[in-house]
């Protein structure tokens, strides 16, 4: 399971505020994803990056920014115009770009909007 | 996009009995079919995957199905165990084969 982290475990913000997760790996892997986890909703992509500098909405983008300036880093800003952003956000990556890698996931970071 | 349903939402069964989950998926040019599964408290893992080329995989208790022509794909756990307790995860690629998608997921529970 080593090999991919978030931080922080549990984030706590009030409406209205921009919050940033992170998410890191040493695994030199080349491809990194964001997934959000509502119960009985699955995993549901909200961006993903194929390459260093570059990225691509996943099928809930809106509310949603990422950037990829290094190859191990892949944060995800979670902003005031998400409209419900409670929930628990999961971080994968794998080796080569494309669905048909593995994907190893990070342990999740739970964010709770008060 | 690509639409995966997945059934049950909930499973439960006792020790030893076998357990089948099942999914289906919308767009024809998918070929790679993974299963995962998260323990509570814990990260998903891939436990099994499928390629188009073959219709049937197994790896010790567990085994996935596909039927291309149908578009469905089944995990089979057999002899079950506590500790294949956990929400078990299908997923199919995308028509450019960049991103999976999901399913709903399903809760299995094995009772004693």
């Known amino acids: 399971d080593g090999g991919i982290t978030q931080s922080p475990k549990y984030l706590f913000r009030k409406e209205g505020q921009n919050v940033t997760l992170s998410c890191e790996q040493n695994?030199?892997?080349?491809?990194m994803y964001w997934y959000r986890q509502d119960p009985g909703q699955g995993l549901r992509l909200i961006y993903y990056?194929?390459?260093?500098?570059?990225?691509q909405k996943g099928d809930i983008a809106e509310g949603y920014s990422v950037s990829r300036e290094k190859k191990e880093s892949f944060p995800l800003t979670v902003t005031s115009a998400q409209k419900n952003p409670t929930a628990f956000y999961l971080c994968?990556?794998?080796?080569?770009?494309?669905?048909?890698?593995?994907?190893?996931f990070g342990p999740g970071t739970r964010l709770t909007v008060l | 996009g690509e639409n995966v349903e997945q059934h049950p939402s909930t499973l439960s069964v006792q020790e030893g009995d076998s357990a089948v989950i099942k999914c289906t998926y919308s767009?024809?040019?998918?070929?790679?079919f993974p299963w995962y599964k998260q323990e509570l408290g814990k990260r998903p893992q891939l436990i099994i995957d499928?390629?188009?080329?073959?219709g049937e995989k197994k790896d010790q208790r567990i085994a996935v199905t596909l039927n291309k022509t149908a578009k469905h794909f089944s995990l089979h756990i057999t002899e079950t165990q506590p500790e294949d307790s956990a929400v078990y995860f299908c997923?199919?690629?995308?028509?450019?084969?960049?991103?999976?998608?999901f399913g709903t997921g399903t809760r299995l529970q094995v009772t004693l």
């Open positions: 994968a990556s794998s080796i080569l770009a494309g669905a048909e890698n593995e994907q190893f």
């Open positions: 695994l030199n892997h080349d491809a």
């Open positions: 990056s194929q390459i260093v500098n570059d990225f």
């Open positions: 767009d024809s040019a998918s070929n790679y």
């Open positions: 499928i390629r188009s080329n073959v």
């Open positions: 997923a199919a690629p995308d028509g450019t084969a960049s991103k999976l998608t």
